[in-house]
């Protein structure tokens, strides 16, 4: 398990030097994207946690009366939740994939 066990150090942005990306017969990565998976799942937690930020600033403006618009709010928590549950779901089919995984004989 240590393997998948995430950096909490990254995801709480603390920096770390920096981990090399893989190499697959000799090119950076399959598709030539230039992004590392961990790169990829962190960059995408953190889009999440940006737009949760947002949604609570939002919120917050609204309570004080400075929102003209209550739709932009209520698009914005809408967008927040929506790319929570999508992250969620990502993070559950990793954790099943890994379960099957060990569950497979050698």
């Known amino acids: ?43 995408s937690m953190k889009s999440v946690n940006d737009l949760q930020q947002e949604s609570d600033n939002l919120v917050n403006r609204m309570a004080t009366g400075d929102v003209d618009d209550i739709s932009e709010v209520v698009l914005s928590a809408q967008r927040a939740e929506f790319a929570l549950r999508m992250i969620t779901e990502v993070r559950n089919k990793l954790v099943d994939a890994y379960q099957q995984l060990g569950r497979l004989s050698v």
């Open 1 to 43: 398990m240590d393997a998948l066990k995430l950096d909490l150090m990254k995801l709480a942005g603390i920096k770390t030097s920096p981990a090399a990306p893989p190499v697959v017969d000799g090119r950076d990565s399959p598709r030539g994207t230039g992004l590392s998976f961990e790169n990829l799942l962190e960059s």
